[in-house]
């Protein structure tokens, strides 16, 4: 006879894993559904994509760390799990080649890190010293102004700005309701970004981009489009009561397509303010008129002297 039951018997180890490891990998496969982007956009600009292409690689690299730390925490619960009979194993104070490894491949971490952002921080910074067009972007509570120019810095004619009153419309940003942001396909648009009042944030998702809008401050930065499309923008910083209905949409288009949207927008404005404008020429050509008149009668008197 048995003093008593006997105990069960322990499940393999292997068996205890198989669970843990299901669960582990579950987790890894539906929160890498979206690989390889992992979850940003592949941006629609040169710029966008240097930026991308930084987030990959930041992201693979922390799956790569991550899967050593979690492979040795699983290697260690397996090759040094309790056994019956196990004694105290053998204390130690310090290992120094260890202590130096996993202080130093940090630190070269770290610092690689940093160096490949530092590189694409200047490349997404960097302005071209010839863009093939110039937008002065204004943001205003709550609207956009965009204003053409050429690459010489002369006003083209053409200002596309928000129409809509202030109020909830709660339309897509690619709406009529609200400007559009016209650029060229491969070519380099220098935007020339002000705000009129408050703080306001400059984003286009697709672009992998945001840049503050600031009282006082002049940001410049390029666009080099890489797709046709239109592309949704936004106030990234909140601006007030309507802040959000400060969107706007980006058109890229080919730059044969824009050079004639260019030139239907000069024709259909300048059509547009025609009678304000001539008001204006005939009221200046009047007063420089005056003045030369009155400059000549002031010169015969001053002869006639």
Same mark, same amino acid.
């Given at each position: 006879m048995?003093?008593?039951?006997?105990?069960?018997?322990?499940?393999?180890?292997?068996?205890r894993? !198989?669970p843990?490891?299901?669960?582990?990998?579950?987790?890894?496969?539906?929160?890498?559904?979206q690989a390889?982007?992992?979850?940003?956009?592949?941006?629609?600009?040169?710029?966008?994509?240097?930026e991308f292409?930084?987030?990959?690689?930041?992201m693979?690299?922390?799956?790569?760390?991550?899967a050593?730390?979690?492979?040795?925490?699983?290697?260690?619960?397996?090759?040094?799990?309790?056994?019956?009979?196990?004694?105290?194993?053998?204390?130690?104070?310090?290992n120094?080649?260890?202590e130096?490894?996993y202080?130093?491949?940090?630190?070269l971490?770290?610092?690689?890190?940093?160096?490949?952002?530092?590189?694409?921080e200047?490349?997404?910074?960097?302005?071209?010293?010839h863009?093939?067009?110039?937008?002065?972007?204004?943001?205003?509570?709550?609207?956009?102004?965009?204003?053409?120019?050429s690459?010489?810095?002369?006003?083209?004619g !053409?200002?596309?700005?928000?129409?809509?009153?202030?109020?909830l419309?709660?339309?897509?940003?690619?709406?009529?309701?609200?400007?559009?942001? !016209?650029?060229?396909?491969g070519?380099?648009?220098?935007?020339?970004?002000?705000?009129?009042?408050?703080?306001?944030?400059?984003y286009?998702?697709?672009?992998n981009?945001?840049?503050?809008?600031q009282?006082?401050?002049t940001?410049?930065?390029?666009?080099?489009?890489?797709?046709?499309?239109?592309?949704?923008?936004?106030?990234?910083?909140y601006?007030?009561?309507?802040?959000s209905?400060m969107?706007?949409?980006?058109?890229?288009?080919?730059?044969?397509?824009?050079?004639a949207?260019?030139?239907?927008?000069?024709?259909?404005?300048a059509?547009?303010?025609?009678? !304000?404008?001539?008001?204006?020429?005939?009221a200046?050509?009047?007063?420089?008129g005056?003045?030369?008149a009155?400059?000549?009668?002031s010169?015969?008197?001053?002869?006639?002297?």
């Amino acid at each position: 006879m048995t003093d008593g039951p006997r105990p069960a018997p322990r499940r393999p180890i292997r068996r205890r894993l !198989v669970p843990l490891l299901a669960v582990a990998g579950g987790a890894l496969i539906l929160g890498g559904c979206q690989a390889p982007t992992f979850g940003a956009f592949r941006g629609a600009t040169t710029q966008g994509h240097d930026e991308f292409k930084l987030w990959v690689g930041l992201m693979i690299a922390g799956l790569v760390v991550a899967a050593i730390v979690w492979g040795l925490i699983f290697f260690a619960l397996a090759r040094y799990r309790r056994r019956s009979g196990d004694q105290m194993p053998r204390q130690f104070h310090e290992n120094l080649p260890i202590e130096i490894v996993y202080t130093t491949i940090p630190i070269l971490i770290v610092a690689g890190i940093f160096a490949f952002t530092v590189v694409t921080e200047n490349e997404i910074d960097a302005v071209s010293s010839h863009p093939a067009e110039i937008v002065h972007v204004l943001a205003y509570r709550w609207g956009w102004r965009f204003s053409y120019y050429s690459p010489q810095g002369r006003a083209q004619g !053409v200002r596309i700005e928000t129409s809509a009153e202030p109020r909830l419309l709660a339309q897509p940003a690619t709406s009529k309701q609200y400007p559009q942001l !016209v650029i060229p396909l491969g070519e380099t648009t220098r935007i020339v970004l002000n705000s009129a009042d408050v703080v306001h944030g400059f984003y286009v998702p697709e672009f992998n981009f945001s840049r503050l809008a600031q009282p006082g401050v002049t940001n410049r930065f390029d666009f080099t489009p890489t797709r046709p499309g239109v592309y949704r923008g936004q106030c990234s910083t909140y601006c007030g009561l309507y802040h959000s209905e400060m969107l706007f949409s980006v058109r890229v288009l080919p730059a044969p397509k824009f050079t004639a949207w260019l030139a239907s927008e000069q024709s259909s404005q300048a059509a547009a303010a025609g009678p !304000v404008a001539a008001k204006t020429t005939a009221a200046t050509t009047t007063a420089a008129g005056g003045r030369a008149a009155v400059e000549t009668s002031s010169a015969e008197r001053g002869a006639g002297s």
